[in-house]
């Protein structure tokens, strides 16, 4: 049995929580608190720690998904939870202008940690927008070896989709 560990990260926001809510077999354990207003993120439910889920892939390959909270001012934790990680999702809201501009900032972060296969999943986009899709590739300076997948966190085979195209890379990677 291949234990894989996989980082999903991104801004604020993203659909993080969504996303492995939506694919885990077991009950996400999850971190949520208040975030204040003062804060100026308009209040609401944040990840401060971070979420935990699992996903059986084959009787040989179990991903344990690792979701990293939003904001920078937890990085500390981001150090964390990226040890030992085979692999990393980076989610973006692809609408969220704001999105996009920390997007470009985890990224350097997480590939500085490690240097392992990462893609980039594009939330709250219609599948078949490639306008906004390449324009997401454009913005976060994605190289064409970099996977960029629509998807809808809401959706379960929607997340398997991304999950298991991180997990073609990982293979790849490992030759
Ligand atoms: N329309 C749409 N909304 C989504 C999707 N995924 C997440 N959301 C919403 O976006 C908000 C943030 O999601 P959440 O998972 O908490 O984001 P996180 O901060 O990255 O963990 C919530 O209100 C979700 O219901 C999606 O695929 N489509
Ligand atoms: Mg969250």
């Known amino acids: 049995m291949q234990s894989v560990k996989v980082v999903v990260t991104g801004p604020f926001n993203a659909g993080k929580t969504t996303f492995i809510k939506a ?9 949520e608190r208040q975030v204040s207003d003062a804060s100026g993120e308009g209040g609401g439910e944040t990840t401060v720690a971070m979420d935990f889920g699992r996903i059986t892939i084959s009787d040989d390959v179990v991903l344990y998904l690792f979701g990293t909270p939003g904001q920078e001012r937890f990085s500390f934790m981001w150090e964390t939870l990226s040890e030992g990680m ?16 920390s997007a470009s900032n985890m990224i350097e972060f997480f590939k500085g940690m490690s240097d392992v ?5 594009a ?6 927008d490639t306008d906004s899709i390449q324009r997401v590739r454009s913005r976060l ?14 959706n379960r085979d929607s997340v398997k989709a991304v999950l298991l195209g991180l997990l073609y890379e990982i293979l790849e990677s490992m030759g």
């Open 23 to 31: 694919v885990s077999e077991i009950t996400v354990l999850s971190t």
């Open 86 to 101: 085979l692999g990393f999702v980076l989610l973006v809201d692809a609408d969220d202008e704001e999105s996009l501009d």
């Open 117 to 121: 296969p990462f893609v980039v999943a």
């Open 123 to 128: 939330n709250k986009v219609e599948a078949d």
């Open 141 to 154: 300076s994605l190289e064409d070896a970099v996977p960029l997948l629509p998807v809808d966190a809401r």
